[in-house]
């Protein structure tokens, strides 16, 4: 079947719901601009219309329908633009875990004009914004904490230039509280094949646990792969009980930087809380797979290579495997790694470099740390408006919080002090 497939052909359609924090459907989080319409033209969203009349819908057979012609689907540029730096891209590892079993599917498509009978078995599901944590790297968008933030200081400049996002941060709030959105997953229970978890803070979302509920007492859990990104400041019961009836389960959890610097990094989360909850996964079965997603900025690529050695620490320690991903950030421009004066590059470099000569590293742990480097190597031209931005943003967020950016990062002092 793959050889009958244009060569860009990419799966995601026929197997996979996505969905944003706002309740918006769209093709998947790399897609640009792939908001599903309903037939009337307009945005379709999950409280308004049902996942079976979202997944059915005109665009989406007519999406199907570009993804089985000749052209890549303007929607798609991101992952070919990926696999052109020679990055494995989310269409490369989607194709690798469902090409082969949605021949069906597939072919039912080009026969129906991008018509499927079946329901998606894989999900992304980005609940809402309820978050509580207010991470520096963050927005609204992302954490109502952050919101309520925003709210709380409206003659604060800094804080005001998030205003615009809040309206659509309200969105975010209640859709996936209704009991009828979970419910919809009864019906098809038996054909999901994986569910990925995020928000905000998914742990915080307590309807979701009824759905992990209804999974076990009807036997579907066993079928069922788990993936969790988690800012770990929570490890409820429910989850701790329910976690070893799932086929598989991975706990992504976010984590920026050790001790003091988490504390700034990711307000209010305490280290010591994350570390309690941090050796409490490390009890779970062995269903449960557990990885760091580091987000790396200008604030914490000079302290990457102690967070990586630490966890590689305990892992090694607890012979539980324990990756450690560098998840670049890309928003805002002004917090970007690679704005890092010349000088502190070089150190970082050098503590990279360092890095890449354990012995013990993965492939994909040397091809991320060395994708971290090759960053750092860009020189900076003036960029002089970007760093009073990011001055502004540090002064004016520790004057709030009552935090102090230069005792917590000294070697980064030069940041807050031009
Ligand atoms: S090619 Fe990439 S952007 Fe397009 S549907 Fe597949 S994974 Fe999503």
Partial sequence: MSSVLPQHFCVVPFVHFSCKPDGSP?????????????????????????????????????????????????????????????KISKRQSENRK?????????????????????????????LGNLCNLKCRTCNPLFSSAWAREVEAHPTNAVLQS??????????SESWHKSPDFWEQFHSIAGSIEEIYLTGGEPMLIKEHFSLLKFFKENDYAKNIYLRYNTNLTLLPE??????????????????????????WLRSPSKWSMIQENFNKTLLLPENVSIDINCTVSIFNVLY???????????????????????????????????????????????????LLKQSDLTSSEKKNISSLVKLLEVHNTNQSDLLKQLKNHIVALDKIRNEKFEMIFPELTSLHSN
């Fill in 238 to 263: 429910e989850f701790l009980k329910i976690a070893p009836s799932f086929k598989k389960i991975s706990l992504s959890c976010s984590i920026d930087g050790l001790k003091e610097k988490n504390d």
């Fill in 162 to 171: 998030y205003q615009s996002t809040l309206d659509q941060a309200r969105l």
């Fill in 98 to 126: 469902y090409l082969e079993t949605s021949k069906e599917i597939i072919a039912c498509a080009k026969n129906q004009n991008g018509k499927i009978n079946s329901p998606p078995v894989y999900f992304d599901l980005r």
């Fill in 304 to 354: 990457f290579d102690e967070l990586f050695l630490f966890f590689k620490d305990i892992a090694v320690r607890t012979g539980r495997k324990v990756e450690v991903y560098p998840d670049i950030l890309h928003e805002p421009e002004f917090m970007q790694l690679h704005l890092l004066p010349d000088e502190l590059k070089t150190q970082a470099i050098a503590k990279l470099t360092h």
């Fill in 26 to 86: 769209r093709v998947c989080c790399f897609s640009q601009n792939s908001y599903v319409l309903n037939d009337d033209g307009k945005r379709s969203h999950l409280s308004a219309q049902s996942i079976n009349e979202i997944w059915h819908s005109k665009w989406m057979d007519s999406f199907r329908e570009k993804m089985l012609s000749q052209a890549v689907p303007p929607e798609c540029k991101f992952c070919h633009n990926e696999e052109a730096t020679g």
